[in-house]
C-alpha cells in the first residue's frame, strides 16, 4: 500500500483490515483506561469504560480525517512523489502502530488504573502512553518519505570529456548541494504539519473528554 503496488483489488481489502485493527485496538486500549473510574468513584461506573472504548477509535479516525488533506498538500507543494492512496497507506499504517503500542500498553495502564486512586497520575501515564504510541507511529512514517526521497547527496553526471582537476572541487561541490537540496525540504514540513496534527488531536479530544472516570 505505501509503495503503491497492489491492485485495486487489494488495497481496499488491505485498508479495511488496518481500519479494523485499529477500531479494536483502540477500543481495548479504552477499556483498560476506563478501569480507573470502577477503583477512583465512590460508586463504581462502568460506562466510563463503554465511552472511552467508543471516543478512542473516533478521536484517531476524526483527527486522520481532518489532517490527512493537508500532509498531502503539503507533500506535493514539496515534489515528494506520493499519490493520496500511499499518504493515506502512511497514515492507516502509522495509525495501526500507534494503536497496537497502546494496546500492548493497556494491560500496563489497567493495572495502575485499578490501584491507584490519582487522577494525575493516571492523566499524567495516559498522556506518556499515548506520546510513546504517536512517535513509532510517526517514525513509520518519516521512513516511507525518507525511501521514496532520500535525503543524501547526489553526484551530477560528468559530461564524458570532463575531467577532473583541483581547480574545479569548489564546482564540483555546488552540483551536489544544488542537486540535494530537493530532497531534504519535506523534513520540515512534516514537522509543521505534526504539530498541527497534534493540536487537532488535542482539541478534538477536548471536545470529546471525558476518557478517565474522575470524580
Same mark, same amino acid.
Given at each position: 500500500l505505501l509503495r503503491g503496488t497492489l491492485t485495486n483489488a487489494e488495497s481496499p481489502r488491505l485498508v479495511r483490515s488496518l481500519l479494523c485493527w485499529q477500531v479494536v485496538l483502540a477500543?481495548?486500549?479504552g477499556?483498560?483506561? +476506563?478501569?480507573f473510574a470502577l477503583s477512583a468513584r465512590e460508586s463504581p461506573d462502568a460506562r466510563f469504560m463503554?465511552?472511552?472504548a467508543l471516543k478512542l477509535p473516533i478521536l484517531i479516525l476524526g483527527t486522520t480525517a481532518v489532517t490527512l488533506p493537508s500532509l498531502y498538500v503539503f507533500l506535493a507543494l514539496f515534489d515528494v512523489q506520493l499519490?493520496?492512496?500511499?499518504?493515506?497507506?502512511g497514515m492507516l499504517a502509522a495509525n495501526t502502530v500507534f494503536a497496537t503500542v497502546i494496546a500492548s500498553?493497556?494491560?500496563i495502564l489497567g493495572f495502575f488504573s485499578l490501584s491507584s486512586q490519582s487522577y494525575p497520575f493516571?492523566?499524567?501515564?495516559n498522556v506518556a502512553i499515548c506520546g510513546l504510541g504517536g512517535l513509532l507511529g510517526m517514525r513509520l512514517v518519516i521512513k516511507t518519505l525518507a525511501a521514496?526521497?532520500?535525503?543524501?547527496?547526489?553526484?551530477a553526471p560528468k559530461e564524458p570529456d570532463e575531467e577532473v582537476t583541483p581547480g574545479n572541487d569548489d564546482h564540483e561541490s555546488e552540483k551536489m548541494s544544488v542537486i540535494s537540496q530537493p530532497t531534504v525540504g519535506w523534513r520540515g514540513i512534516i514537522g509543521v504539519w505534526m504539530v498541527l496534527y497534534v493540536f487537532v488531536g488535542t482539541q478534538l479530544a477536548w471536545i470529546l473528554?471525558?476518557?478517565? +472516570?474522575h470524580l
Open positions: 477500543a481495548f486500549y477499556l483498560c483506561l +476506563g478501569l463503554l465511552g472511552a499519490g493520496f492512496k500511499q499518504v493515506l497507506g500498553m493497556g494491560p493516571i492523566l499524567l501515564l521514496a526521497n532520500p535525503a543524501t547527496l547526489v553526484e473528554r471525558p476518557f478517565i +472516570g
